[in-house]
């Protein structure tokens, strides 16, 4: 067991990085609702069964809160069409579908406009949470392709939810061809749960206890909190302050998301957990492709925009240094006298003045580390040159 | 650039050491190390110092091969200090710098050999004091004078004739007389001074002194 108040103060960090749960049910119902659109007797995907299913991290129970007001949240989700690949082109299926989110849209006077992105939909809601909606059309794997997946050593039950998804870039985007590119978020999502869910049985068992849900299967993930979940939030709140001016060069939360879940070895603390974590977080890493494979179709790499614009790779790497610092001072910080100035640094949060009290009890003048710039003897050094 | 390069560079003990100090978000393949470096210095005869200066720090990919680029960012040193045109900061002539590198090539040992110093020594200069290492004249002048202390040549007349051993071949330079005046063949003179040079940066580095490089 790591050092209790570390965990505490971690812990206090993390509660305040959550979202208040009744955004969650909000975006449950986002998708309930765009499900049962897209299901109604009018509606011209109907007839290939549309499912929807809830992606992303708003689906692992891993969202932090935007680092702004202004700061959008990303909810994602996969709708499977039940078709063979064959009988229409990925164009005409993006843009039938297309279609029925624009009406959607539409119907409930939602006022920015739908965006076509490469692969997905995204609408824009705007009450009080601002929440865009990235929805992926997609139709089930045939059984080849499914059989070739479990072939590379993934179990069944991942491999049979793989997907073919629809890409403009694809080069047979507007031609009727079974190539189609291949996918599956769906797997990822149950092998997070999977990794995830054992670790979270103690907590699910007392809130059934509780009344608060019937049974364990009932609970949803954001109620979990498990080490993992929350030791994600943290790392992705720490890449979101690090890369807050340049967005474009962060880390995905996919990867730290994959990286974190192979990464994770059951610990119960949250220290021990998120420095485990980002310790073993490299050797998850592969040096060829793919670098960073979805487990459940390891031919999906998570890290492909790697090879071609490797300072993606570099600036991962540089994360994982700083994270990896950060997390190594958090004790001594503790002990120190520049906690608040440095969890501001660290995960742009100001620490409350009882926070402070309560992980700081002593007072400053008997701490035992007030900080003190290191002091260097310099015998012989360069001399200063100019080349003007 | 891999994990296994930052653990080589030493940029961990480096961000230990000075946690102000933060890895920087890079749009090209450099790194970019900034913040605030704290310190407190000292050198024999002269009174501590702590300070503080905000900077930025940018390794090249060929590092150590190639110097980190230094910038001051809180516009605290003139232009008139020595800057490089681009705004740099000029810790050293470039085969000072390079020797340090050449010795170990951790970042933390280069900020605590060649930045520290130098912003120590601005320090002093801004309460009025005298840079405690000299400094050196601008241009070639001061480079030619940082080359003939580092082979200990008094002046630097002769120092050509050592530039041009440096960038030849060792065994060939050995049979030369050697450019000091003793009539002796460089083999049994100035060899080990030499020697050392050469391993240490390579023939190339003291060829593109000669030729600029190419």
Redesign the interface.
């Known amino acids: 067991m790591a050092n209790e108040l570390v965990v505490k103060f971690l812990d206090s960090i993390i509660d305040s990085l959550d979202i208040p749960e009744s955004y969650y049910r909000r975006a449950a119902d986002r998708h309930r609702s765009l499900g049962e659109w897209l299901c109604r007797r009018e509606s011209k995907v109907a007839v290939f069964q549309p499912h929807v299913t809830p992606q992303g991290s708003f689906r692992y129970g891993t969202v932090t809160r935007p680092l702004n007001a202004e700061g959008e949240y990303d909810l994602d989700n996969a709708v499977t069409l039940t078709l063979p690949k064959t009988q229409m082109t990925q164009k005409d299926l993006k843009t039938l579908f297309g279609e029925e989110i624009r009406a959607y849209a539409e119907a409930h006077q939602m006022l920015s406009p739908l965006e076509e992105m490469n692969r997905c939909w995204r609408l824009h809601y705007s009450d009080e949470i601002t929440f865009h909606l990235d929805t992926l059309p997609c139709v089930a794997e045939e059984e080849s392709v499914i059989a070739a997946i479990i072939g590379l050593g993934v179990p069944r039950e991942l491999a049979k939810r793989a997907v073919a998804i629809t890409d403009k870039r694809h080069p047979h985007y507007a031609l009727i061809s079974a190539n189609w590119l291949s996918s599956n978020p769906r797997g990822f999502a149950r092998w997070f749960e999977e990794r995830t869910r054992s670790s979270a049985l103690p907590r699910l068992r007392r809130l059934v206890e509780a009344r608060l849900y019937s049974s364990v299967e009932d609970v949803p993930a954001y109620e979990w909190k498990t080490p993992l979940q929350r030791s994600i939030q943290l790392l992705k709140r720490h890449r979101d302050v ?2 807050q ?2 967005p474009e ?2 880390p995905i939360s996919m990867i730290l998301t994959n990286l974190a879940t192979h990464s994770y070895n059951g610990e119960s603390d949250i220290f021990t957990a998120v420095t485990g974590i980002v310790d073993r977080m ?1 050797s998850f890493i592969r040096a060829g492709r793919p670098r960073v494979p979805n487990p459940a179709d390891p031919a999906e790499d998570y890290a492909d925009k790697w090879s071609k614009e ?2 993606l ?3 991962f ?6 994270a ?2 950060d997390l ?2 958090l004790p001594d910080l503790l002990r120190g006298d520049r906690l608040s100035a ?1 969890v501001r ?1 660290m995960f742009r949060l100001d620490l409350k003045q009882e926070q402070l009290l309560q992980f700081q009890s002593a007072p400053i003048s008997v701490r035992s580390i007030s900080y ?17 | 650039m891999r994990a296994s390069v930052l653990l080589k560079w030493g940029i961990e003990e480096l961000l230990r050491k000075y946690p102000e100090l933060r890895l920087q978000p890079a749009k090209g393949d450099e790194m970019i190390i900034a913040g605030i470096l704290e310190f407190s210095a000292q050198t024999r005869g002269l009174k501590l110092i702590s300070d503080r200066y905000e900077i930025s720090i940018s390794v090249p990919p060929e590092y150590p091969k190639a110097i980190p680029v230094v910038r001051e960012t809180a516009m605290r040193i003139p232009r008139a200090f020595h800057k490089l045109d681009s705004g740099h900061l000029c810790l050293g002539s470039p085969t000072r710098l390079r020797l340090t590198l050449a010795e170990t090539s951790s970042l933390l040992s280069f900020v605590e050999r060649c930045v520290i110093p130098y912003l120590y020594g601005y320090s002093i200069i801004e309460s009025g004091g005298v840079l405690p290492f000299g400094e050196l004249s601008h241009g070639v002048r001061g480079l030619r004078d940082d080359l003939a202390s580092m082979i200990g040549l008094d002046d630097d007349l002769v120092l050509l004739g050592f530039v041009r051993l440096l960038a030849m071949k060792k065994r060939k330079a050995n049979k030369l007389p050697c450019p000091c005046g003793t009539g002796m063949r460089v083999g049994r003179c100035h060899n080990r001074k030499l020697n050392t040079l050469r391993e240490m940066l390579g023939r190339r580095w003291f060829s593109s002194l000669l030729h600029g490089s190419r």
């Open positions: 690090m890369f001016e340049n060069l962060a490299p490797p300072q790779e570099q600036n790497w540089s994360w994982h240094m700083q990896k610092a190594a001072r440095s640094q003190a710039a290191p002091a260097i003897a310099i015998t012989s050094a360069p001399k200063p040159w100019g080349n003007q």
